[in-house]
């Protein structure tokens, strides 16, 4: 069963995506349909940090364990959350800079 969609594109991207669609031999609106298959199969099997950017996704997690988890909003060991790391941090960056 097929349902219609209507879309509003840029005059610009449209023109473009007309071009790819033709250059593979298929229309627009196959290109589209294959293109939401894609993402719906895709998306069904994503794991939370997926929808990242790779580079992102690479990056996330690799400050578990350090001091910055402490800004996070979680208190720390000693019960501490981010006023008074704020704080701590600015004394910090004071005495090193004197």
């Known amino acids: 069963m097929k349902k219609e969609l209507t879309?509003?594109?840029?005059?610009e991207v449209l023109d473009q995506a007309a071009a790819h669609a033709k250059a593979r031999g298929v229309s627009?609106?196959?290109l589209v349909t294959r293109y939401l298959a894609a993402m719906?199969?895709?998306?069904?099997q994503e794991k939370p940090?997926?929808?990242l950017?790779?580079?992102t996704r690479r990056l996330a997690g690799s400050l578990k364990g350090t001091d910055a988890e402490r800004f996070?909003?979680?208190p720390d060991q000693e019960g501490r959350v981010?006023?008074?790391l704020k704080e701590e941090y600015y004394r910090y960056l004071e005495?090193?800079?004197r």
């Open 28 to 30: 627009l609106d196959e």
């Open 72 to 74: 996070t909003g979680h």
């Open 95 to 97: 005495k090193k800079h």
């Open 7 to 11: 879309v509003q594109v840029d005059a």
């Open 82 to 84: 981010d006023a008074d």
């Open 49 to 51: 940090g997926d929808e």
């Open 40 to 44: 719906a199969s895709t998306a069904s």
């Open 53 to 55: 950017p790779p580079i």
